[in-house]
């Protein structure tokens, strides 16, 4: 028994270190596109006891909560996701894993992805990031030398989004971003397909969540826990469609100006 409190009490002290790391949004204007990311860790497969049942816990958060006027950030429902594929660093594997990962995201918010092509752009994160034209997303399998955090042995992917104000209030996102750690997988650390514990799919799945707008959860069972537990979700969890559902409804968007 008193190990595994132990184990807990590690595994939320964990969670608060992460929450201190997430960038700020920037503020530098009121036109100005904001952006913020969060990652997914691996190497600290934490047992967590008791363990909540799947069905007893719904939370969720957002990574824009106070967009324009307090109301949250989205994307326009009524047009699809243009996204270019970042191969550089792709592996056999990979494609799949993304087409299955999307369809969760579309069984869930209707919003569709219109895939456009390769890219060698690769986002930093940065809330001014400038994307290749035609380009709203970009999914990436890519280097520790493209994208310094994954040097970390820990880090295995990382995904984020920038919004701007909409005409109806809150705001719009505009541009998103999904990547994965070529080493993290080429170390075996993540397997392909939606297998538990450290599959691809769950790592996609937890990445193009905060593509999409969603922050963390604080339920191991939902895919936005921002560690692989032992027992990690290869769908969306009841917090995870919760918040996607609330990210897809409230009619369409579009930026001021
Ligand atoms: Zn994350």
């Known amino acids: 028994m008193g190990s595994r409190l132990r184990s807990l009490a590690v595994t ?11 960038p700020a949004p920037a503020t530098s204007g009121p036109l100005a596109a ?3 990311g969060a990652g997914w860790s691996i190497g600290r497969l934490v047992s967590v006891w008791p363990q909540p049942a799947r069905s007893e816990i719904a939370d969720h958060t957002f990574l824009f909560p106070d967009g324009r006027g307090g109301s949250l950030a989205r994307w326009n429902p009524c047009q699809p996701i243009r996204y270019a594929v970042n191969t550089s660093d792709l592996p056999s594997f990979g494609l799949a894993d993304l087409q299955a990962a999307l369809a969760q995201v579309t069984a869930a918010t209707g919003i569709r992805f219109e895939y456009v092509g390769t890219t060698d752009f690769v ?4 809330p001014v990031d400038s994307y290749p034209a035609g380009v709203d997303a970009v999914v990436g399998w890519v280097s520790a ?3 310094p955090l994954f040097a970390s042995p ?5 995904g984020g989004a920038q919004w701007v104000p909409s005409t109806s209030g809150g705001g719009v996102i505009t541009h998103g971003y999904a990547l994965v750690s070529g080493a993290a ?17 769950h790592l996609l799945l937890h990445e ?11 339920n191991p069972a939902d895919v ?4 692989n537990t032992l027992s990690s979700a290869t769908s969306y969890g009841p917090g995870d469609l919760a918040g996607l559902r609330q990210l897809s409804s409230g009619g369409c968007l579009q930026p001021v100006g």
């Open 12 to 22: 939320l002290f964990g969670i608060v270190l992460l929450g201190l790391a997430l």
């Open 34 to 36: 904001r952006g913020s």
């Open 123 to 126: 986002p930093s994160g940065s």
């Open 145 to 147: 030398a493209q994208f």
């Open 154 to 158: 820990t880090e295995a992917g990382y």
């Open 185 to 201: 997988i080429t170390r075996g650390a993540v397997g392909a397909g939606f297998s538990s514990g450290v599959g691809e799919g």
């Open 208 to 218: 193009v969540g905060h593509m999409m707008g969603l922050g963390h959860a604080a």
């Open 224 to 227: 936005m826990y921002p560690t």
